[in-house]
């Protein structure tokens, strides 16, 4: 198994500020995402981290919103820009190690309130 | 487009088999049935997963369906903190991405 570090794992941010979330994996993988969920609502993805290049994201999350930075294979982290109340949500890091490890690892989350 | 299909909620006698549906009846072939568990405020855990034989780890059995269309999360001794809301997914073997749907709450009754 994969065990997946978040930090923060709470904080309390003010409108308009950006926070950055860190995620370390204790072994290499392969992919990492990253995901997001709003208060009483199932997990939505906000993109792929893709080691050295640019985050593939999904449909309505941007690049200015959620710049994401994947220096190596254990290693992510997501910035929640310019933060509105709207982005009060737990922000969640997953990994896998590949073809040949098929589980799909969760953080613990990062638990943000926008005030 | 969650891809499956469970029941919004289900209750379970502490000590009973907890018997969970999902139906995924767009299945293609090359992809993994996944379940996971959230208790709340805290992140998915990693509970089974298969691709067309029935699958038993130390947490919970998973049978599937010969059409692969739908499958069942047995958990055999339901205990109360079991109580959690429960994902079944489906995924290709590259993508590994996770579609969630809404999840069936299971609530574990004394």
């Known amino acids: 198994s994969a065990v997946i570090s978040q930090k923060p794992s709470r904080d309390i941010c003010q409108r308009g500020t950006s926070l950055t979330i860190q995620c370390q994996v204790d072994?290499?993988?392969?992919?990492m995402f990253w995901y997001r969920q709003q208060p009483g609502q199932s997990l939505t993805l906000i993109a792929t981290a893709n080691q050295g290049s640019e985050a593939t994201y999904e449909s309505g999350f941007v690049i200015d919103k959620f710049p994401i930075s994947r220096p190596n294979l254990t290693f992510s982290t997501l910035t929640v820009s310019n933060m509105s109340p709207e982005d009060s949500s737990i922000y969640l890091c997953?990994?896998?190690?590949?073809?040949?490890?098929?589980?799909?690892?969760f953080g613990e989350g990062s638990w943000l309130t926008v005030v | 487009d969650a891809k499956t299909t469970q029941p919004t909620s289900m209750d379970c006698a502490e000590g009973r088999a907890a018997n969970l549906p999902c139906n995924h009846s767009t299945i293609s072939g090359n992809e993994y049935v996944y379940w996971y568990r959230q208790i709340h405020s805290q992140g998915p855990q990693y509970i089974i997963h298969?691709?067309?034989n029935n699958e038993t780890n130390e947490m919970a059995s998973l049978i599937i369906t010969e059409d692969r269309k739908s499958s069942t999360l047995i958990l055999p001794h339901a205990t109360l903190r079991d109580t959690a809301v429960y994902y079944c997914?489906?995924?290709?073997?590259?993508?590994?991405?996770?579609?969630f749907g809404s999840g069936t709450q299971l609530t574990v009754l004394p």
């Open positions: 997953s990994a896998t190690r590949g073809s040949s490890e098929n589980t799909i690892y």
């Open positions: 298969g691709l067309k």
């Open positions: 997914l489906r995924a290709s073997g590259s993508a590994r991405q996770l579609t």
């Open positions: 072994s290499q993988v392969t992919m």
